[in-house]
């Protein structure tokens, strides 16, 4: 009876390694075959879904627990990982707004310097919510993220130097209000800084900061860079305001 135990046994691990060896096939297909065209797998997302299920759960739910294990486990961690990332991105932004080609990605991975380190993935966001999931899965699946603004920078502010997502906020270019009891402008970060100050002009206000670049740079790359421009010299630079 023991012997037949062990046999049964050793059958079974037999016959789990050629299962593993199977799939690990299988994905590493589906990994090339991804490399060269994206296949729209949000089709398979129903709108019954519990709430607790995750994105990536919920877009293969079709696949039995144990056969989405088996998947996870046997396909490369860095290559599965990127993949969920990704789609996981384009769910929450729009695949409109999600860029893996290489002229976007060398393009987003690069300031005024023309130099840098190429983005994984470029997303435009298009309100906070949108910014706080993709922040959120960026920190849950360990991936750099870096947001852009207008790429005017000559410090490496917006380069992605470890790779990964870069945000940009181009979407995110309103002025918002003018409050001219306060002195007070709310805007959104990728408002251009020239476009600003005219604005304010307009109703008699006065916003100083004049980077070199300011009919191209945008406010949120300003703040973050503290620019300035030749009326720092009297006024002070962004962090003044």
């Given at each position: 009876m023991y012997d037949v135990v062990l046999d049964r046994t050793r059958d079974a691990d037999h016959a789990n390694a050629g299962r593993a060896r199977l799939?690990?096939?299988?994905v590493r297909l589906l990994v090339a075959l991804r490399r060269v065209?994206?296949?729209p797998f949000s089709v398979v997302i129903n709108a019954d879904v519990?709430?607790?299920e995750s994105v990536e759960r919920r877009a293969f739910r079709h696949i039995d627990s144990r056969s989405f294990a088996d998947l996870a486990a046997a396909i490369d961690d860095r290559c599965f990982g990127s993949f969920q990332t990704e789609f996981t991105l384009r769910v929450i932004a729009g695949a409109e707004h999600v860029r893996t080609d290489a002229e976007?990605?060398?393009?987003?991975g690069t300031d005024a310097l023309k130099q840098g380190h190429p983005a994984d993935v470029v997303v435009w966001p298009a309100d906070t919510a949108q910014v706080a999931a993709i922040a959120r899965l960026c920190h849950e699946t360990r991936t750099p993220l870096v947001p852009?603004?207008?790429g005017t920078g000559y410090t490496g502010g917006?380069?992605?130097s470890l790779g990964g997502v870069v945000i940009s906020l181009e979407r995110f270019n309103r002025i918002l209000e003018i409050d001219e009891g306060n002195l007070l402008a709310i805007v959104e970060p990728h408002v251009i800084?020239?476009?600003l100050q005219d604005a304010v002009e307009a109703v008699g206000l006065f916003y100083p900061p004049d980077p070199?670049?300011?009919?191209?740079s945008a406010i949120g790359g300003n703040v973050a860079e503290n620019a300035g421009g030749p009326r720092a010299f009297k006024y002070g630079v962004t962090n003044k305001y």
């Amino acid at each position: 009876m023991y012997d037949v135990v062990l046999d049964r046994t050793r059958d079974a691990d037999h016959a789990n390694a050629g299962r593993a060896r199977l799939t690990d096939v299988f994905v590493r297909l589906l990994v090339a075959l991804r490399r060269v065209m994206f296949v729209p797998f949000s089709v398979v997302i129903n709108a019954d879904v519990g709430h607790g299920e995750s994105v990536e759960r919920r877009a293969f739910r079709h696949i039995d627990s144990r056969s989405f294990a088996d998947l996870a486990a046997a396909i490369d961690d860095r290559c599965f990982g990127s993949f969920q990332t990704e789609f996981t991105l384009r769910v929450i932004a729009g695949a409109e707004h999600v860029r893996t080609d290489a002229e976007a990605c060398e393009t987003y991975g690069t300031d005024a310097l023309k130099q840098g380190h190429p983005a994984d993935v470029v997303v435009w966001p298009a309100d906070t919510a949108q910014v706080a999931a993709i922040a959120r899965l960026c920190h849950e699946t360990r991936t750099p993220l870096v947001p852009r603004g207008a790429g005017t920078g000559y410090t490496g502010g917006a380069v992605p130097s470890l790779g990964g997502v870069v945000i940009s906020l181009e979407r995110f270019n309103r002025i918002l209000e003018i409050d001219e009891g306060n002195l007070l402008a709310i805007v959104e970060p990728h408002v251009i800084t020239g476009d600003l100050q005219d604005a304010v002009e307009a109703v008699g206000l006065f916003y100083p900061p004049d980077p070199a670049s300011l009919r191209q740079s945008a406010i949120g790359g300003n703040v973050a860079e503290n620019a300035g421009g030749p009326r720092a010299f009297k006024y002070g630079v962004t962090n003044k305001y």
